[in-house]
């Protein structure tokens, strides 16, 4: 999208209070290490910084101009616009902008595997079109009005990422997005500190349908799938679901999956109305290889072979952060430190458990989930429950929230029972590094915790991937 100074007036109502030398504005930018020729710079007021503070770097960056609340942002050349409320006009400036979008706008939301999903849809649908993203994770309001500003008017597909953490969040969400076709990942326990229960997440998500969504793609293991779909149909989109082999009936079904630890790869089959297309990837759980199914269907739609989909997902490679696996002599890491909840938590220990059936001796190295408000107790207990149930070998747990959780869970010494309880990411590696040193089995050590515990910090750096 392509900005010219009178039109960031028209667009927002803002006021502008130097002329500077701007001719165009080529994107839009709330961080000032972004900013670039021809960037408008937007300063907002956060809660542990203000944009205001970072005008003079933005300028230094190149950036053209800024949209400002104070007075006296003034810098040689610099275009300043003044508004009331810089958040708010962002946020219009987006509306505006979802306006103008010539292509189809695909909206993606659930507990787990959102920005999986949208990562599938892209590398599909890109192979023959012009196809735009939100960058990252920015599934916020303000991330997703930034994106639907930078976004090119001409694109095909331009797909949006929703996350909420409290109620009302989900319809300004919407109301920016317009979504014509809505992607429902699993629901389950995450942000609950804001939003109370499963059942409210679900509802508050349910808010992305709008009356411009044509089309629906519905987990069907979801829980309260009967409900969740009754709340779409509010709006009467076409209601496409997906689910695995316990799900049969499923218009989208991931009919068997085999993953083979020594060469990190998996075989799978999904059912798409008469095709069964076969893929050998490198897709690790069949958690994720499910979030397939619904960029399948839709590429098959828009005209993209099935040759040309089981070829572009064999090339797919993990993200970083998102079961990311490394050999490391005779080792395996995993590198799922992205973020985590329950759902996504129990998803990375099954594939560590893949590994134990293959005689791997496997390790644990989990940090608290966050943001699970009443549930969080009880979650962190179900989870050390679930370790010891699989019997994997040994868990290093860090975090206040595990360490109370094992408390209640374990009796007696909890390093007899194969779990440690650490302070420090470094503790923590020098209990793994001094033991895998002298083990003779072939081993895999999974690391994952939510975002701010930063479990990477817990990666020896030679082991990190590049």
Known sequence: MRFKPGEIESLTGATMVSRGSAGLFARIAIDSRECS??????????????????????????????????????????????????????????????????????????????????????????????????????????????????????????????????????????????????????????????????????????????????????????????????????????????????????????????????????????????????????????????????????ALECGITLPQIVERTEAMVASPGRETLTWIGNGVVIDDTYNANPLSMKKAIHLLDGFRQKGYETWAVLGDMLELGDASDRAHQELIRFLLKLRIDQVILLGAVFHRAADQVLSGDAAGQGVFLVSSHAEGTAIFREKLAISPRKWVILFKGSRAMEMERAIPMEWRSP
């Open 37 to 298: 020729k021809d960037t408008l710079f937007v300063a907002l007021r956060g809660e542990r910084t203000d944009g205001h503070n970072f005008l003079t770097d933005a300028w230094k960056r190149g950036a053209a101009g800024a949209l400002v609340e104070k007075d006296g942002c003034f810098l040689p050349d610099f275009t300043v616009f003044r508004v009331t409320d810089t958040e708010n006009t962002l946020k219009n400036l987006g509306k505006a902008c979802t306006g103008l979008l010539q292509g189809t706008r695909l909206a993606f939301t659930g507990t787990v595997g959102k920005t999986t999903a949208k990562r599938f849809f892209q590398e599909l649908l890109s192979s023959r079109f012009q196809v735009e993203a939100t960058p990252r994770s920015f599934n916020t309001v303000i991330g997703m009005a930034v994106s639907l500003c930078n976004f090119s008017v001409t694109s095909s597909y331009y797909l949006l990422e929703a996350g909420i953490n409290h109620p009302g969040e989900m319809a300004e969400l919407s109301s920016l997005a317009q979504a014509e076709i809505a992607i429902f990942t699993p629901f389950g326990e995450g942000h609950l500190e804001g939003l109370r229960d499963v059942e409210t997440v679900a509802r508050e998500k349910m808010r992305l349908v709008c009356g411009k969504t044509r089309r629906v793609y519905l987990y069907t293991g979801n829980r309260c799938f009967a409900s969740i779909r009754d709340l779409a149909k509010s709006n009467r989109p076409e209601i496409v679901t997906f689910g695995g082999p316990d799900h049969p009936s499923s218009h989208i079904v991931l009919e068997e999956f085999t993953f083979e630890p020594d060469t990190v790869r998996s075989r799978f089959q999904l059912r798409i109305g008469r095709d069964r297309p076969l893929f050998r990837s490198k897709i690790v759980s069949p958690e994720v290889a499910l979030l397939l199914g619904p960029a399948v269907h839709f």
